[in-house]
């Protein structure tokens, strides 16, 4: 009987140790040892196949343990690079947000400025309305590309606060 409980514990063993997790581990461990030290009590507490069963035991958690430790560290160099990746294409987006936001206004700019050089024509109403229609969509495309520039700024850490008097009625 004594020999049948040390094969059952010693296969035991492994599969315990091998199935826990970092925080159940240690409680398995404490587990499966005292079971040891009851069947030590009570069958001998110097028996070569008790001590054999502890040894093994300690060694296989030292084993686990070690191999938690590298898979963490693995995963924390993967986690690392993907930081380090997805900080490299955030400056790149926001340097072609930049870019493109720059190139945009640039003719966006002429165009304004030749809606304001139509506007000191002669022009029959239906013209006028057109002219006023092109320039209100003219504004509202220069302040999304405004606004733009601005998360680029912020993004980039470029963006200041300013301070300056304003009309709370505007």
């Known amino acids: 009987q004594v020999k049948n409980v040390e094969r059952r514990l010693l296969e035991t063993i492994p599969v ?23 069947l030590s009590k009570k069958y001998g507490h110097k028996h070569p196949r008790m001590i054999t069963a502890k040894n093994e035991l300690k060694s296989l958690q030292q084993k686990k343990i070690q191999e938690l430790e590298n898979t963490l560290k693995e995963r924390s160099r993967e986690l690392e690079k993907a930081r380090t990746a997805a900080d490299f294409a955030g400056k790149i987006k926001t340097q072609f947000l930049s870019n493109m936001s720059h190139e945009i206004r640039t003719p966006l700019s002429g165009i304004m400025g030749m809606t304001n050089l139509l506007d000191d024509t002669e022009l029959s109403l239906k013209q006028q309305e057109y002219l006023k229609h092109l320039k209100k969509s003219g504004l509202l495309l220069s302040n999304i590309i405004g606004d733009i520039l601005d998360i680029s700024r912020i993004e980039s850490g470029r963006w200041r606060l300013e301070e300056k008097p304003f009309d709370l009625d505007e």
């Open 16 to 38: 315990v140790v091998e199935n826990a997790s970092v925080e159940s581990i240690n409680q398995k461990i404490l587990a499966a040892e005292q079971k040891i030290s009851e």
